[in-house]
């Protein structure tokens, strides 16, 4: 067991506590944030002491009054000099939550975002709705491993492929795989795109495919926060052009590799849902049917598409 990582202050003799208590370091470390405009600057402040302190956010509330041993508080010292620089938080503490499970982040993937779980809810409403008990999925740029995770820890009978062109970033999604008991049930492929090889793909087809590209426009990678800027993997955040190439992608080729039903389920930037959709159905192989909106900042943000049926019945694959 380890040693707790706090013990109760002393106070003076005037009963005051001139020490770094818990309740003073998160009061500092929230206005020391919020100068630097670090984005949620109190929950910033909570995270990063609570790795300090080795325990859950939450109980540093029980432990207000009493103070961090010392060499916790130079480590903490280093995170929040770094944070204050914009460095991410999750890379900081190499954690992040995700449709409340805890995933492993490295510089190498992006940091798996809240708006991001509205594409597990349609995949999981889609399996109950079409009672799809044993869904074969594929999760094209897994990344963290975030999206296809989250979907097998909640369907016990699916099984997944996850591919990414980083070798790197697959190392973090078998660790996150691992930690959640989904590894025998999902395979990972290093593969540029939808570029996999034969023996990986379902007789028959995948029933879901679903992607949370780099879609953001090259024009407007400048532009974005400097923690998603200058620390989260370029390569996850941009194609290098529109922000589009995905997409394209899985219009062109997506069909050979999909079951007759199966549902494609995209995240979106914001304002691109009209030009996602035109690239998306330009090939003819895929109808839309429906947009969510996130309930995080409210913006469409998942589009859903099916295989366009042919005329004469069949799936058009032919
Ligand atoms: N949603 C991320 C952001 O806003 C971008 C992720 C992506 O390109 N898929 O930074």
Redesign the pocket.
């Given at each position: 067991m380890n040693a707790p990582a706090t013990v109760e202050a002393r106070t003076d003799q005037g009963g005051r506590s001139e020490t770094w208590t818990i309740r003073r370091l998160l009061s500092w470390t929230s206005d020391y944030f919020g100068r630097h405009q670090v984005i949620d600057a109190r929950l910033a402040s909570e995270v990063l002491l609570a790795h300090a302190a080795q325990c859950r956010r939450i109980d540093l509330y029980t432990r207000f009054d009493s103070i961090l041993e010392p060499e916790r508080v130079e480590c903490f010292r280093g995170w929040v000099r770094r944070a204050s620089a914009h460095e991410p938080i999750a890379y900081l503490v190499g954690q992040k939550e995700f449709f409340s499970l805890s995933f492993k982040v490295t510089p190498d993937v992006?940091i798996p975002?809240a708006?991001?779980e509205t594409l597990v809810e349609c995949v999981l409403d889609h399996c109950g709705k079409a009672g799809l008990t044993h869904p074969q999925l594929l999760d094209l740029g897994t990344g963290s491993g975030c999206l296809a995770i989250a979907a097998l820890v909640h369907l016990p009978a699916a099984t997944a492929v996850a591919t990414d062109v980083s070798a790197a970033a697959l190392e973090v999604a078998r660790f996150n795989a691992a930690r959640h008991g989904v590894s025998d049930r999902l395979t990972f492929v290093e593969a540029d795109r939808l570029a996999l090889p034969a023996e990986v793909v379902p007789e028959g087809g995948f029933d879901i495919l679903m992607c949370?590209?780099?879609?953001?426009p090259a024009s407007t990678m400048d532009k974005?926060?400097a923690a998603?800027r200058d620390y989260?993997p370029s390569l996850?955040?941009?194609d290098g052009a529109e922000?589009l190439s995905f997409y394209r992608t899985i219009a062109a080729d997506g069909a050979e590799l999909l079951a007759a039903d199966a549902m494609i389920f995209v995240?979106i930037?914001d304002g691109q849902a009209q030009a996602v959709v035109e690239v998306m159905t330009a090939a003819g192989n895929f109808e839309h049917r429906q947009t969510r909106k996130d309930r995080v900042v409210g913006q469409e943000r998942v589009l859903a598409f099916t295989m366009k049926r042919a005329a004469d019945g069949s799936d058009g694959k032919g």
């Open positions: 992006l975002r708006e991001t949370n590209p780099p879609y953001i974005l926060d998603v989260e996850a955040l941009t922000g995240e930037g």
